[in-house]
């Protein structure tokens, strides 16, 4: 009796990491493919000169603050389609998708208003006017693509979410493709004999991500349309009918989701203020090694996304047992993929670094010694950052994204940067002691997420159960 249990408590987390590497796997591929936009526009943007280069990194500085707290209203799609999906309520997952849309174009707005007049702020803060006038250029191409972006995102969390991730992923790569030719073409100019463009520098690769940002969600849209899978869901019934039930669940489910982005885009921007104080070898050493683990960090954001899907269908079967298996997989998943790219942050730090600057340029020993140093702790930093990411995104499967918020802003500010603080500044450990913060603050925050998730399930609660909307 007893072994007929374990076999089948065996047999069904086999078959969760099968289900959750289906999903993942594309989710992180699509996540990876677009941080490949981003680098693509930084090494063109590296023709036309350091100041382009800077001027864009300070406009998708300021770009991205906005766009965080946007991308939680995209990103409440998927566990209200995820939960819906379980309980075949088809009529409530077009009606999430549209309201999404809904509230993404009136944040959307007033945001890119905001980015249009932003130059005069960014000159109070003592930039450069070259570095404010590149990042002016960049910004007022790139807002025609804010809204578009953040409805792919929406668009691409329904796919996600009815077990489509691959869809996503092919169009996320046909968007390499195009942001390669439109960069190209509008930075540097193009004549082809029956037409020519203008070389437009910095303000071309704001329009080409734009454009590319365009095509993705129209290549989405068109999927959407055609695909006879989804004509019964009527996801382009009534668009402009306001649905003030699933209105208001987008804004409550979104608003934390876009808080939490906030808290941690804020707690990483500080470290490399801070960084930058102690000297600019230590802010060189602090990009590389945070740059590498972002990217890695990626299969970790992948395994999130489907902890969520997973967590949620489960939900909406009325399945709590399964929604647990699935975010306990989730964390394990991510903790183990994240451990074996500590492993090579360990065993090959060297190679890493060449990626980035000549290791063997005596210039920049101080620079490759450091950056070791810190992609060593990166693989410590790197693990508890998978348990509090898959954390959060199971937690957000149960529509829980009010306690994430929360956790997050005491675990990264009270205790990750207060303590990096003192630790470099008070104690003297400099670097070393804000990364340090860094890893404590993620590991209290993983720790206090995944015990949060876990304690859900203890007895029976509302998040347990798929709540239909009027």
């Not at 191409?141 to 929406?154: K, N, T």
Request: with cysteine.
């Amino acid at each position: 009796m007893e072994f007929n249990i374990l076999s089948r408590s065996f047999l069904s987390y086999r078959s969760e990491i099968r289900n959750h590497l289906k999903l993942a796997l594309p989710m992180a591929g699509a996540q990876l493919a677009q941080v490949a936009l981003t680098f693509i526009d930084n090494v063109m943007c590296g023709r036309i000169g350091s100041d382009a280069i800077a001027g864009v990194g300070l406009g998708v500085a300021v770009y991205s603050t906005l766009w965080c707290f946007g991308l939680g209203f995209a990103l409440a799609v998927g566990p209200m389609v995820s939960q819906a999906y379980g309980a075949n309520d088809d009529q409530a997952i077009g009606r999430s998708l549209r309201m999404s849309v809904w509230v993404v174009f009136l944040f959307g707005l007033p945001s890119m208003i905001i980015l249009y007049h932003i130059a005069p702020l960014l000159q109070l803060t003592g930039q450069s006017p070259e570095v404010v006038s590149y990042a002016n250029q960049y910004l007022r191409a790139l807002i025609w693509g804010f809204i578009p972006s953040l409805w792919l995102i929406a668009v691409r969390g329904l796919l996600d979410s009815v077990n489509l991730p691959q869809i996503g992923l092919l169009v996320n790569l046909s968007g390499i493709v195009v942001n390669v030719f439109a960069n190209w073409t509008l930075m540097f100019g193009a004549d082809w004999g029956f037409v020519s463009l203008p070389a437009l520098g910095v303000a071309g690769t704001g329009y080409a991500t734009t454009l590319v940002n365009m095509w993705m969600l129209m290549a989405l849209i068109l999927y959407l349309w055609f695909n006879p899978r989804f004509k019964k869901l009527h996801l382009f019934q009534n668009p402009l009918h306001p649905d003030v039930p699933y209105l208001k669940e987008i804004l409550r489910i979104g608003t934390p989701i876009g808080l939490a982005f906030l808290v941690e885009v804020g707690l990483f921007a500080m470290t490399a203020i801070l960084m930058g104080t102690i000297s600019k070898t230590a802010l060189a050493a602090h990009q590389i090694a945070l740059n590498v683990a972002s990217v890695t960090f990626m299969f970790a954001v992948g395994i999130s996304m489907a902890s969520t899907t997973r967590v949620g269908q489960a939900i909406g079967e009325g399945n709590p047992e399964a929604a647990r298996r699935a975010g306990i997989m989730g964390m394990v998943m991510g903790a183990i993929s994240m451990m074996s790219m500590g492993v090579f942050f360990l065993t090959m730090p060297k190679w890493i670094i060449r990626l980035y600057i000549d290791v063997n340029d005596p210039k920049n020993a101080e620079v490759v010694q450091l950056a070791i140093m810190l992609l060593a702790l990166a693989a410590i930093f790197q693990l508890f950052d998978a348990v509090q990411v898959t954390s959060a995104g199971a937690l957000r499967g149960l529509k829980d994204t009010r306690t994430p918020a929360i956790i997050g802003f005491w675990a990264y500010w009270g205790i990750g940067l207060t303590t990096g603080v003192l630790l470099a500044f008070y104690f003297g450990f400099q670097e070393k002691g804000l990364w340090t913060g860094l890893i404590l603050g993620l590991a209290a925050a993983s720790v206090l997420l995944s015990t949060t998730f876990l304690r859900r399930f203890r007895k029976p609660n509302e998040l347990l159960t798929y709540h239909t909307l009027e």
